[in-house]
């Protein structure tokens, strides 16, 4: 599976942008979205902007995020995460 994270753009040279993320900084091409600009959010894959947010859209995929990092940290904290435990296998995923 294949995620694409939204990032704030803090600076730009050319066709390449430095993004940040809750710390994260990275540097990232602005080759599909040459109308970004520095503030904007873009959703970021495979080290390309593929697509500028509206600031509310990225606030809530940010959130949704933090929603499945909560929900992960959940699970390693239960009993399955006791050392030497197998986790059940889940055919879905």
């Known amino acids: 599976m294949c995620l694409a994270i939204p990032m704030r753009i ?10 940040e993320a809750d710390g994260l900084v990275q540097t990232t091409s602005l080759m599909l979205v040459p109308q970004a600009r520095v503030g ?10 593929i697509a500028v947010l509206e600031s509310d859209d990225a606030a809530e995929r940010l959130a949704l995020f933090e929603e499945i990092v909560a929900m992960a940290t ?6 399955s995460a006791e050392p030497g435990a197998e986790r ?3 055919p879905s995923i």
């Open 10 to 19: 803090t600076a730009t040279d050319g066709a390449a942008a430095t993004i």
């Open 40 to 49: 904007d959010f873009v959703l970021v894959h495979a080290g390309f902007a």
């Open 74 to 79: 959940d699970d390693e904290t239960g009993p």
């Open 88 to 90: 059940p296998h889940d």
